[in-house]
C-alpha cells in the first residue's frame, strides 16, 4: 500500500465549477502538507502549504487538512481552463532524521477544465 | 530570478549505454532533492543533498544510479547500463535548507531508453 494515496482520475469538469481533489496519507508522522500543480512538460509547482489541520485559502484555491482521518483536500472554485493540469499532494514527515525535505506525493489528478 | 535548470530536456539511449542528467540549483539554495516520475509510479524521491553531501540516497533504485554534487551547487544524477525500466522523467527540485522550505522544481529530463 502506497503511503500516500490518490485518485489519477482523469476528472474532465466545465468552466465555473467546484472542483474537489483528494488525497489520504497512512502514517502520522506527516505533518506538512502541500498540493503542487503541474502542467504538461513541466515541474511542478507549489500551490498550497499547511502544517494543522483545519483550511487554508488563497484566492480560489482552498486546503483541507484533517489529520484525525489523515485526510487532505483541494478545493478551486470557479475553475477555469488554465486550471487544467495534474495536481499533485505531498507530504513531509515532521522535522529531524535523515527524512528531511524528503517528500512523499500521490500519484497525481489530471483535471481538465472545458470551456 | 532563474529557477532551476536541467539539462538535456530529453534524451534517448540504447539500453546498456550510460547516461548523464544534469541539474543546476537556484543560486545560494543548499538543498537539492532529485526525483523521478514515471507512469504508474508517480513521483519518487531519489536522493538528497545538503551542500555538497547526500545524507539521504534511499530512493536510489539499484546500485547503478549515482549522483553527485559539486561546489554546492550544480548536481549530477549518472545512471550506468541503462535498462528500459529506467525510462522516465527525472525532476531536480531545490530549496533553501530547511526541510520545511519550499521545494522549486526544474523542467525535468525526459529519458527514453530503447
Known amino acids: 500500500q502506497k503511503e500516500v494515496e490518490q485518485d489519477p482520475g482523469p476528472l474532465s469538469v466545465p468552466e465555473g465549477a467546484i472542483v474537489s481533489l483528494n488525497c489520504t496519507y497512512s502514517?502520522?508522522?506527516?505533518?506538512?502538507f502541500m498540493w503542487y500543480r503541474q502542467y504538461s512538460r513541466k515541474g511542478p509547482e507549489l500551490l498550497m502549504y499547511?502544517?494543522?489541520?483545519g483550511n487554508k485559502e488563497d484566492g480560489r484555491f482552498t486546503a483541507q487538512v484533517d489529520k484525525s482521518s489523515k485526510y487532505i483536500s483541494l478545493f478551486i472554485r470557479d475553475s477555469q481552463p488554465s486550471d487544467s493540469a495534474t495536481y499533485l499532494c505531498?507530504?513531509?514527515?515532521?522535522?529531524?532524521?535523515?527524512?528531511?525535505?524528503?517528500?512523499?506525493f500521490g500519484q497525481g489528478t489530471i483535471l481538465t477544465v472545458h470551456p | 530570478g532563474a529557477g532551476v535548470s536541467q539539462s538535456p530536456s530529453n534524451k534517448v539511449t540504447e539500453k546498456g549505454k550510460d547516461v548523464e542528467l544534469r541539474c543546476d540549483p537556484i543560486?545560494?539554495?543548499?538543498?537539492l532533492y532529485w526525483y523521478r516520475q514515471s507512469l504508474g509510479q508517480g513521483l519518487e524521491f531519489l536522493i538528497y543533498?545538503?551542500?555538497?553531501?547526500?545524507?539521504?540516497k534511499s530512493g536510489l533504485p539499484s546500485d547503478r544510479f549515482s549522483a553527485e554534487r559539486t561546489g554546492g551547487s550544480v548536481s549530477t544524477l549518472t545512471i550506468q547500463r541503462t535498462q528500459q525500466e529506467d525510462s522516465a522523467v527525472y525532476l531536480c527540485?531545490?530549496?533553501?535548507?530547511?526541510?520545511?522550505?519550499?521545494?522549486?522544481f526544474g523542467p525535468g529530463t525526459r529519458l527514453l531508453v530503447l
Open positions: 527540485a531545490s530549496s533553501q535548507g530547511h526541510a520545511r522550505e519550499t521545494q522549486y
Open positions: 543533498f545538503q551542500g555538497n553531501s547526500a545524507p539521504d
Open positions: 505531498a507530504v513531509l514527515p515532521n522535522a529531524g532524521g535523515t527524512s528531511y525535505g524528503k517528500l512523499t
Open positions: 502514517n502520522s508522522a506527516f505533518q506538512y
Open positions: 499547511t502544517y494543522s489541520s
Open positions: 543560486s545560494g539554495h543548499t538543498a
